[in-house]
């Protein structure tokens, strides 16, 4: 179900780490409690986030919700194709990537979770 | 599921998005069981239902139906409602689950003194079933030997569906052609499992909640609670067609009377947000970058595919075309008014 090469928080987000980058989403938890999601509010490259900040903004037919980054660091690429097509946060959420931070906070990585302890949490 | 009053409800069966463009393009079924019925019956039933009601209850057939408001003295909502004519001196009130409570005991305490009435709080006795959508008739048409095409909009008959007896009404709350099925509690699953079955091939599914809201809002239809209520006037809902101009007086009709020749500071209008921005329930409305109202619906549709909603406006900013500025969480997004309903089903 939650992919294990995926690192993951509490709050939804998941985090594919490539380097010294964290590529970030949210879960299929996630947009399963949203629904269907119709529009992303997202930021522009070259912002900072602290571990924790909000990012974003995510909304379904039914409600608003907001996005967390879940480590620190400078947003370095940003998905703008989501706009045009937000259904595919429900269609595909671990491969619908939202933003790429840059991390300047590697022990933000400690606090992620890995897809046994993420999925005892999701149920 | 989410508890809606009393009742455990679906907010979404197979997702709003997906139910949604079912009713628009082929059948969606609800279970609305938790909306009442309250009936009102006796030689002055008639008498009763013109004092406590906004419409004209005396154009009513026997199986006819109307939308009308259970009004305060002020003017303002104690509900929204419709009215059937059961039979010459017999009528039922379909009125809103989380008000049913509230409206017996005013309708009760309203219609004392009028004679011979009573009223009577029915909503146990029926569960509401209401298949919605371009295909509604033709599937509903295999499971009852009653003509449906005979059955004009708002009005009713009593027959039967899938062998029970049952009242069917040609009304909805989704902008599409159907029907509401009035059924005995104890019949319902056999009713709702034998519609669903009937319309699997051409691709009915349930719907919720969910798909209610944002149906009804691209009709633009009221929602109780969200788009008016106690502190809001019929007139000022742009409902000014469900009061009957002409009948006699009926509580709150002096307000209603004066506001229609005079006009209201405010009025409730359609607005499309013009900017990538979702506008939504509580929301504020400024004009010239003063607070100037606030938005009672409000959501991205399927259909239509904007973000869409109602909002009181003043009245001088009520005209389509206007632009308005909504707070959309800290951020002002231009809107504009436009004509509702926002979708209307092709003949």
């Known amino acids: 179900m939650y992919p294990s090469d995926l690192k993951y928080t509490k709050d939804h987000e998941w985090v594919r780490v490539e380097g010294d980058k964290a590529r970030v989403g949210i879960t299929d938890y996630a947009q399963k409690q949203l629904g269907d999601v119709v529009y992303l509010e997202l930021p522009e490259v070259g912002r900072t986030f602290t571990a924790g900040d909000v990012f974003g903004t995510i909304e379904s037919v039914k ?16 998905n703008s194709a989501l706009a045009q097509r937000p259904e595919s946060v429900n269609a595909d959420p671990h491969d619908t990537w939202m933003i790429v931070i840059k991390v300047t906070n590697p022990a933000d990585m ?7 302890a993420y999925s005892d949490l999701a149920k | 599921m989410i508890a809606f009053g009393s009742w455990d409800m679906p907010v979404e069966y197979s997702g709003i998005v997906d139910e949604h463009m079912a009713v628009r393009t082929r059948a969606g079924l609800f279970d609305v069981s938790h909306m009442g019925q309250i009936e009102i019956a006796g030689r002055d039933a008639l008498a009763a239902v013109q004092h406590i009601t906004s419409n004209d209850a005396s154009r009513l057939a026997i199986n006819q139906a109307h939308y009308s408001a259970l009004t305060t003295p002020e003017g303002t909502f104690v509900d929204d409602v419709l009215t059937y004519r059961l039979a010459d001196a017999h009528f039922m009130l379909v009125v809103n689950a989380s008000n049913i409570i509230k409206d017996f005991t005013w309708i009760t305490e309203h219609i004392v003194g009028i004679g011979d009435v009573v009223a009577v709080n029915t909503s146990s006795r029926y569960a509401l079933i209401a298949l919605q959508g371009p295909v509604a008739r033709e599937i509903l048409q295999t499971l009852t030997g009653v003509n449906l095409t005979d059955i004009k909009y708002y009005w009713f008959t009593s027959g039967e569906v899938a062998n029970v007896r049952v009242t069917i009404s040609r009304t909805g709350y989704t902008g599409e052609d159907g029907f509401e099925v009035f059924v005995p509690p104890a019949s319902a699953e056999r009713v709702w499992d034998a519609i669903l079955a009937a319309g699997k091939s051409a691709g009915v599914v349930p719907a919720g909640l969910g798909a209610r809201d944002t149906l009804r809002l691209e009709a633009a239809m009221r929602l109780y609670g969200n788009d008016m209520d106690e502190t809001t006037t019929v007139v000022e809902a742009d409902l000014g067609w469900i009061v009957g101009w002409k009948k006699d007086d009926f509580i709150g009709s002096d307000v209603l009377r004066k506001q229609k020749a005079e006009g209201t500071a405010r009025k409730l209008v359609g607005f499309e947000v013009l900017d990538r921005a979702i506008a939504r329930h509580g929301h504020d409305v400024y ?5 100037a109202g606030v938005v009672t619906s409000g959501t991205q549709t399927p259909f239509v595919k904007k973000a869409i909603g109602m909002a009181y406006v003043p009245a001088d900013r009520a005209a389509v075309g206007t632009e308005l500025e909504i707070d959309v969480r800290g951020r002002r997004v231009k809107a504009q008014v436009v004509t509702t309903p926002f979708y209307k089903r092709p003949k």
């Open chain 1, 63 to 78: 409600a608003v919700s907001e996005l967390y980054s879940p480590v620190t660091g400078e947003v370095v690429e940003v």
């Open chain 2, 287 to 291: 004009v010239d970058g003063q607070k």
């Open chain 1, 110 to 116: 400690n606090d992620l979770l890995d897809s046994a």
